[in-house]
């Protein structure tokens, strides 16, 4: 459960300032039918590096990782599989306090998305790309003079599909192949942590 989160300093350290982000999501299906019914969100991790200015944008870059389980009681047999995300991005955010203690950051990712499904049905792991846009909205308390803490919610909208080729069948048992089109998306929810990082 998480997506990002930037540092507000207060006086200590007034203007631009440069702030490292992690977060830790739980990721829950939407978009694509077949995608939100057979596929279960366990993780998504976020590594930002964002530059601030004084007014409140922030600019970064980041990296994303995801991980997605197969239901497999969905399936007669003994049918497993998993898909993993892995996405460099870009990232603009504007940042509003709410008093000294907290704030607010609104913000939008977009990136490349390069997804590797495999499951016991495939010899090979089925490999997708696509690009992705991530809307933001985090509330944040600040811990200490270098730390914060909050929380995010995210919509992440990637353009491809889930469908039986993900896992090497051709078609999914008692389901329409009409709920195999249509691009996927991702809700998530979380926690996050912001570090500040001081001008020499």
Known sequence: MFTTNS??????????????????????????????????????????????????????????????????????????????????????????????NSYLELSVSGGYNMLNTSGNQCSDIFKQEAFNVTPQLGFYMVSSEFLSFGIVVSYNYFDTEFSPANICMTSFPGIDPGNSIGNSHVFSVGFGFSTYLPKK
């Open 7 to 100: 540092f507000y300093c207060q006086e200590k350290a007034p203007g631009d300032h440069a702030v490292i982000m992690s977060n830790f999501k739980l990721p829950k299906t939407l978009g694509n039918k077949s995608f939100k019914g057979l596929m279960s969100g366990l993780a998504n991790i976020d590594l930002i590096y964002q530059y601030n200015l004084a007014k409140g944008i922030g600019f970064g870059m980041g990296f994303s990782y995801s991980y997605y389980e197969l239901n497999g009681s969905a399936f007669q047999g003994n049918v497993v599989g998993q898909m993993e995300g892995y996405n460099p991005f870009l990232k603009i955010s504007k940042r509003n306090e709410v008093n000294e």
